[in-house]
C-alpha cells in the first residue's frame, strides 16, 4: 500500500508541527504502508531545527514544490513573519499592524498558504498520473491544504484523509482575529466541506471529535505520542527544586495564578526559595516576562529560547517537575499540547494548569503521571506544590505513570494503518 502525505512542516521545520508526521512516516512501513511525502521547497519555517534531519527514513521519496508565502512581503511592513507565525500576536500593534493583521484575517482564507494550493495540485496532479498511490493525507494547519486534498480526490477519486493537529474556527486564537462576518461564514463553510468530503478525519483529542462528528461518519482520535530516544548518559536530576516548561508560552498560556502561587510561597519559607528554579525553555510572550516581573521572580527564573529536540528531551528528564499550561481560551477543554506525551515518557511528575474537566485532565489522570489544577484555584495549586516540594526533600519525587505505552509513536501509527486499510 502506498500513501502520499501533504504536509507544510518538514525538517528542518521545528517546533510540535513536524512531530507527528515524522513520526508516522517513520513507522509506516512496519504496517506494510510506503509512504511518500509532498512538502514545500525553501518555506520561511517561524523555527528550524536541524538535528531532525537526521530522522527523516532513508530512502523516503520526498517531493517539494515551490510556494509564495505572502507574509514574506507583508513583514517587511510591520512585525516579523517569524514572530507572528510562532504564535504570537502583538499585544499593543501600531496601526500599520492592525492593518496587516486585518488583510491577513480576510484576505488570506483559509490561512497565508492559499498560494501553494493551484500549483501543488498542478505538481501533485502531474505525479499521480504516473505513479499509483492509495490514499492521500493532508495534515493542518495550515488548513489550505486539505483544500489541496479535496482538489485531488474530486480529480482522481482517490481517498483522502484530512489530520487535524488543531481545530479550525474553533483554534485559540481564531476568535482574536479581526474577522469580518463574510469571513467567518467563509472559513466555517470551507471547513464543513473538507469535513464532509473527507473519507475519514484524524483528530487528536476526544473534544475534536465531538466537534467533528456531525459532519464525517469516520473521525478518529489518533493522540500526538512518544518515540525512544538516544541517550548518551544517564541523565541526572537537577539539584534544586527545578520547575521546566518546555515549548512556546504566548499571552494565553501566561499562569499568572502560578507566579503568585510561587510569590507567596517564596515569602512564606526562605528554604523553598533558595530551592526553587523555574525554567522556561522556549520563546515567551511579553505578557510572561511582566507577570514574573511583577510577582518578583526575576531571580528564580531562567529563560533559554529555543534549542534542539534532542537537548529538550534532556532538560524534561533532568527537571524535578514539569510544567504544562492549557491557553485560557473558550476551547481549552479540547486543547492537549503534543508535549506531554514527551512528558509522560521522562517519567517526571506533571503540574498542569488549565480545566479539570478537559481532555487533557483526562490523560493525567488516566496514566497517574500528574496534576491538573484550575485557572485560578490558587489555593489548590500552592498545596499541591508544597507536597512536591516536600517529596522533593525527602528524595521521593517520582512519578508511577501507567498506561503510557500506548502513546508509543509506533503503536499510534498502527491505529493510522488500520484506519488507511479500512478506507
Not at 8 to 35: C, H, M, N, T
Not at 100 to 129: G, M, Q, T
Not at 407 to 416: A, E, K, P, V
Request: proline letters at 4%; hydrophobic letters at 40%; glycine letters at 4%.
Amino acid at each position: 500500500m502506498k500513501v502520499l502525505l501533504i504536509t507544510y512542516y518538514w525538517p528542518p521545520a521545528g517546533g510540535s508541527g513536524v512531530q507527528r508526521w515524522l513520526k508516522f512516516v517513520k513507522y509506516l512501513p512496519d504496517f506494510e504502508i510506503d509512504p511518500v511525502v509532498y512538502t514545500a521547497k525553501d518555506p520561511n519555517y517561524a523555527i528550524h531545527d536541524t538535528s531532525l534531519l537526521s530522522e527523516i527514513p532513508e530512502g523516503l521519496e520526498v517531493l517539494k514544490g515551490e510556494i509564495w508565502e505572502p507574509n514574506n512581503l507583508l513583514s517587511s511592513f510591520g512585525k516579523s513573519k517569524k514572530e507572528s507565525s510562532s504564535g504570537f500576536l502583538n499585544s499593543n500593534p501600531s496601526f500599520v499592524e492592525k492593518l496587516l493583521h486585518y488583510i491577513r484575517a480576510n484576505y488570506f482564507i483559509p490561512d497565508a498558504r492559499k498560494f501553494w494550493i493551484k500549483p501543488s495540485v498542478k505538481l501533485l496532479s502531474a505525479y499521480l498520473d504516473k505513479h499509483s498511490v492509495d490514499a492521500i493525507i493532508t495534515t493542518g494547519p495550515p488548513h489550505s491544504l486539505h483544500l489541496i486534498g479535496h482538489a485531488l480526490k474530486k480529480k482522481f477519486g482517490i481517498k483522502w484523509v484530512a489530520d487535524f493537529r488543531d481545530p479550525w474556527t474553533n483554534i485559540d486564537y481564531f476568535h482574536s482575529l479581526p474577522l469580518t462576518k463574510k469571513s467567518r461564514k467563509k472559513h466555517k463553510k470551507l471547513e464543513s466541506m473538507i469535513l464532509e468530503s473527507a473519507d475519514a478525519v484524524l483528530v487528536v483529542g476526544k473534544s475534536m471529535k465531538d466537534e467533528f462528528n456531525d459532519r464525517n461518519r469516520e473521525v478518529q482520535v489518533i493522540s500526538n505520542g512518544y518515540d525512544d530516544f538516544r541517550q548518551r548518559d544517564e541523565i541526572e536530576l537537577d539539584k534544586r527544586f527545578s520547575i521546566s516548561h518546555i515549548g512556546l508560552m504566548n499571552a494565553d498560556r501566561n499562569p499568572v495564578v502560578l507566579w503568585q502561587a510561587l510569590q507567596e510561597l517564596v515569602e512564606e519559607s526562605d528554604e523553598f526559595s533558595r530551592d526553587l528554579q523555574v525554567k522556561l525553555i522556549g520563546k515567551c510572550a511579553d505578557e510572561v516576562y511582566k507577570s514574573i516581573d511583577k510577582y518578583n521572580l526575576k531571580d528564580k527564573v531562567s529563560f533559554v529560547a529555543y534549542v534542539g529536540h534532542q537537548e529538550v528531551l534532556k532538560h524534561q528528564q533532568a527537571s524535578q517537575l514539569l510544567l504544562l499550561t492549557v491557553n485560557r481560551v473558550s476551547s481549552a477543554k479540547s486543547v492537549v499540547t503534543g508535549k506531554v506525551f514527551e512528558y509522560l515518557q521522562s517519567k517526571r511528575p506533571i503540574l498542569a494548569i488549565g480545566p479539570v474537566d478537559g481532555d487533557l485532565a483526562e490523560i493525567l489522570e488516566e496514566t497517574e503521571s500528574g496534576k491538573m489544577v484550575d485557572f485560578d484555584d490558587i489555593d489548590t495549586l500552592k498545596n499541591v506544590i508544597r507536597q512536591y516540594y516536600k517529596d522533593f526533600k525527602m528524595g521521593k519525587l517520582i512519578v508511577k505513570s501507567q498506561n503510557i505505552e500506548q502513546y508509543h509513536r509506533r503503536n499510534l501509527t498502527g491505529s493510522l494503518a488500520r484506519l488507511l486499510k479500512k478506507i
